[in-house]
């Protein structure tokens, strides 16, 4: 006998089942079709947090002859708590009942059961029958309501239905469920299984650990990531003068590389601690170095319109210029003499290029080097943030049943510049602590950011 919750996603075929259980599981290799008779077998999904199995949900298929089962139940002489091996024994053999007495096996092994349906479309004789069934079977049951399309005009009579045959009824959208509704649906399972309230409540728990965990994580990691952004320092060499331009062409290839190489990996880390093989959002690729940071491509793919820009741009030159109290906020030389030199030129506009300083050395044995980076226009990893931060929004809020990968360029507007001008003021001075020589104040500095990106990354409710 299991010690965890065993849970059963029954119900007609086409209706969901197999999208709620990936999304509640936050599973992706479970199969999801359009294609009505999908899953066939009974498919078990055990749910580990920290190597301990929390909960196990069973993938089943869809009921095939709910109208004569009904009957020869309603007419078998058999007491209720020996129905199901009665049809069982009745039915394994047949071919047509397979995947009624497959969905029915769980239920053997102690399982409690969702019922899954589609409420966008009628109610039908079928669905009727299939509720009495399992009724008759009389395990610890609710339904859940999945919407396929919009249209709620049949909800009336669904739940009207609904109510004759379970006493626990929820809504869950398996495309687009989050997190707290996830833990919502699991906290109703407690209503319809009384031994199992410890479990629940341990899994929740667990969830919610695991949750915070990640949050945790993925700060650090975009630390990291901002850490070296600002850092990064690229040297190439050359002998003969004439090779100038092309070693500084080099170098600049390099840095550019180097840092859109490190957002690959970023984003690839944040996907895999969701728990996500299929779902990926792609962002056109800035030329962080070539391209006007302010250009319309990067605005753009930040949702903003090129008027909305100039008034991000003038917002952001406010916020950071005018409000800014260079000498409170205990900022480092490097971030704000750029940001002196932005404000006194009366623009708010600074080529990405201009910033990444270019210095050309002599070298003692000849030869000189030209070094790129590190790049010091404040602005700069405010804009690697606002991407990572709406990559991060997307990918941890996205349901693991919904398989349709969207477009990034529908995606809305930029993530920063919802935050408060104070707390873009706190990230640029963690940012600009990262330059100095106390080893202590780097510590702080990071650990600093990493508290505040745990506050800003979640999107508002
Ligand atoms: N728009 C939308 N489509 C959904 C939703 N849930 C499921 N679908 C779609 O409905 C189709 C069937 O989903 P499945 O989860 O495979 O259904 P199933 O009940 O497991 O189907 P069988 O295994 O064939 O019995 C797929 O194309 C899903 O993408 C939803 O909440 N919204
Ligand atoms: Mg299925």
């Given amino acids: 006998m299991r010690s965890h919750p065993l849970i059963a996603i029954v119900g007609h075929p086409n209706e969901g089942k197999s999208s709620v259980l990936s999304t509640l599981t936050e599973d992706d290799s479970v199969v999801v079709n359009d294609y009505p008779g999908e899953t066939v077998e009974c498919q078990y999904f055990p749910v580990t947090i920290n190597g301990e199995v929390v909960l196990e949900l069973v993938d089943t ?20 708590d020996v129905l199901l091996q009665a049809f069982l024994q009745e039915f394994s053999a047949q071919e047509a009942f397979h995947h009624d007495c497959e969905l029915m096996q769980p239920l053997l092994q102690g399982a409690a059961l969702i019922y899954v349906v589609d409420c966008s479309r009628p109610l039908l004789e079928v669905d009727q029958a299939e509720m009495e069934i399992l009724r008759l079977i009389n395990k610890p049951r609710m339904a859940v309501i999945n919407f396929k399309e919009d249209d709620k005009s049949y909800i009336a009579e669904w739940k009207q239905a609904f109510r004759r045959h379970f006493n626990v009824i929820r809504e869950f959208n398996a495309h687009q469920a989050r997190f707290q509704e996830r833990l919502a649906l699991l906290q109703t399972l407690k209503a319809i299984h009384q031994d199992w309230e410890q479990p629940i409540d341990i899994a929740i728990d667990a969830f919610q650990k695991d949750w915070n965990y990640r949050l945790a994580i993925v700060a650090e990691y975009i630390t990291n990531y901002l850490e070296f952004a600002t850092q990064l320092k690229v040297a190439q060499s050359y002998q003969d003068e004439a090779d100038a331009d092309i070693a500084q062409e080099k170098a600049l290839e390099e840095y550019h590389r180097k840092i859109s190489g490190r957002e690959r990996d970023l984003f690839e880390d944040i996907r895999k601690r969701y728990r996500h093989n299929v779902y990926d959002l792609k962002f056109a690729e800035q030329d962080i170095l070539r391209e006007d940071l302010f250009a319309d491509k990067t605005w753009e793919l930040l949702g903003l319109s090129k008027q909305q820009l100039t008034i991000a741009a003038t917002g952001m030159g406010a916020g950071l210029g005018a409000t800014l109290d260079l000498a409170t906020v205990g900022l480092s030389h490097g971030f704000f003499t ?4 932005l404000m006194a030129g ?24 030209v070094i790129v980076g590190p790049n010091r226009n404040p602005q700069f990893p405010l804009v690697l943030l606002d991407r990572a931060i709406l990559f991060f929004r997307e990918v941890s809020s996205h349901a693991h049943g919904n398989r349709i990968t969207e477009n990034s360029e ?40 990493v508290a505040l990106l745990k506050i800003i990354l979640p999107a508002p409710e």
């Fill in 410 to 449: 529908d995606k809305p507007q930029g993530a920063l510049q919802q935050i408060e001008v104070e707390q873009q003021k706190k990230i640029l001075s963690c940012l600009s602590q990262f330059d100095s020589a106390s080893s202590g104040k780097r510590e702080r500095a990071r650990a600093d950011l």
């Fill in 346 to 369: 009366g623009s708010v506009f600074l080529k990405g290029s201009e910033l990444a300083r270019v210095r050309v050395k002599r070298l003692p044995l000849g030869g000189t080097r």
């Fill in 338 to 341: 750029a940001m002196g030199a």
């Fill in 61 to 80: 298929p869809g009921f095939q002859n709910p109208v004569r089962i009904l009957q020869w139940m309603q007419s078998a002489r058999v007491t209720d």
